[in-house]
């Protein structure tokens, strides 16, 4: 008599055939070239790793790291921590996950052969085995207009790869303005740095313009922790009387960013806590945490009903206080386990409390991939964790009287991975 399958296993023969849409990567349209990083030299230079790579080698110095071309890089962190050490980290056990799939073979002190398959891929083709093999239907991009290289593609035109989606990304243009205004100026945009006159009117135009060229289905900032509103800024003195001066940032959030992606239709996307280089040395890998203010986050879903605002925070603190704003608030949609939380306890956690505290909406994950080969370990390593949280809660389910069938699972898995809920329009 055969066995019966455990649902942990039905799980994850249904999820393994679930196509996955990616709602944040760093990924780019095979036809923008350069900008679609992939291969083994580009996996072991990923920032996570740089960071871990130097504090095995802390002699090493910031600045020899840096100057080293990128092949002794990858060799140095090949041998440190794959060779030297073993290799446990979430970001080393992603390279082996990716060098499996491709049937390789990662047992080895050099990565001659490892980089002699590489070389023998073209870019189209090894787009599709990557897709394949990671189960992705779709990815979105991160689309910076005031990136010069990126945007010379964007302007030349191009066939788009319908895999491949846009995100108009706002930090370069908004963050930290005015830092922002020659820039925006120097493509029409008739900006000032007081915010008066037609600057509201202009970065409109600006995210109108960029979010019809390039299709936008969101536009998505990261933010520091210390992000505020309504926002009382800080208090100044003009002409002996009090006055409060409002951050430039809420401002253009509320005056521009949202108005467009309410006219648009489009969600904003919040990714909130990081403080960003607080070791400039490390490049992308020196930004760290913080514990972002869900005040904030509650007041604009409340203030702004009718646009729907995906929120992903860094701290793990904040992760249950989130669950909580989504429940008060239907416009706030969480997303995925960010930077930071993308690590198999971390996802376990998360997932668990958020499904107890919201069922099923929300998008569980996504991938953040900066190299199109960790679609492959991202996934991976996240369904797997994943399909066991839903398989216990299924499990839950069936000993309180409610046994969950295969169509079941397939329905719940669509809803979670297939990206419907970035296009839900809420009313207030
Ligand atoms: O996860 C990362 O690679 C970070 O460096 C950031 O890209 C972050 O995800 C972001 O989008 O700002
Ligand atoms: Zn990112």
Redesign the pocket.
């Known amino acids: 008599m055969s066995v019966p399958k455990s649902m942990h296993a039905i799980v994850a023969q249904v999820f393994a055939g679930t196509p996955v849409t990616d709602i944040?990567t760093?990924l780019f349209d095979p036809a923008m070239g350069s900008l679609l990083l992939w291969g083994i030299d580009e996996l072991l230079t990923y920032?996570?790793l740089v960071a871990e790579v130097l504090r095995a080698r802390p002699e090493i110095t910031y600045k020899a790291f840096w100057t080293m071309p990128k092949s002794a890089q990858a060799d140095l962190i090949w041998q440190e921590l794959f060779v030297k050490r073993t290799p446990v980290s979430e970001a080393c056990r992603g390279v082996l996950t990716v060098l499996q799939a491709l049937g390789l073979n990662a047992n080895t002190e050099r990565l001659s052969d490892i980089r002699a398959y590489f070389a023998a891929q073209t870019v189209h083709g090894y787009v599709d085995q990557v897709f394949k093999l990671a189960g992705v239907e779709c990815v979105y991009m991160?689309n910076d207009p005031l990136n010069p290289v990126e945007r010379a593609v964007w302007e030349k035109g191009f066939e788009r790869d319908p895999r491949f989606l846009a995100a108009l990304r706002l930090?370069s243009s908004l963050k930290d303005w005015p830092q922002s205004v020659a820039n925006l100026k120097a493509l029409g945009y008739a900006v000032d740095t007081s915010l008066s006159g037609r600057t509201l009117s202009e970065v409109r135009r600006y995210l109108n313009d960029w979010c019809q060229r390039i299709e936008a289905r969101y536009m998505a900032i990261?933010l520091a922790p210390t992000f505020r509103y309504p926002d009382m800024g800080v208090k100044t003195f003009q002409h002996s009387a009090e006055c409060w001066n409002v951050s430039s940032l809420t401002n253009l959030m509320v005056k521009a960013v949202i108005p467009v992606a309410r006219e648009r239709g489009i969600p904003v996307a919040l990714?909130i806590g990081?403080r960003k280089a607080v070791n400039p040395a490390l490049g992308?890998a020196g930004?760290s945490v913080g514990l972002a203010d869900m005040a904030a986050v509650e007041n604009l879903a409340r203030d702004f009903g009718d646009v729907t605002f995906l929120v992903t925070l860094l701290a793990r603190e904040n992760m249950h206080g989130l669950c909580v704003a989504a429940r008060k608030f239907k416009n706030i949609v969480p997303f995925g386990c960010?930077?930071f939380l993308n690590n198999p306890s971390l996802i376990r956690e998360i997932t668990a409390m958020r499904m107890e505290l919201l069922g099923l909406s929300l998008i569980p994950q996504h991938s953040?991939c900066?190299i199109l080969d960790q679609l492959v370990y991202k996934w991976a390593h996240s369904r797997a964790v994943i399909g066991d949280v839903l398989a216990s809660k299924y499990d839950d389910l069936a000993r309180a009287g409610r046994p969950v069938s295969e169509a079941d699972i397939r329905r719940d898995l669509a809803v979670l991975f297939d990206g419907r809920l970035i296009n839900q329009r809420p009313l207030v």
């Open positions: 944040h760093h920032h996570y991160t930090d990261s990714m990081v992308d930004d960010w930077w953040d900066r």
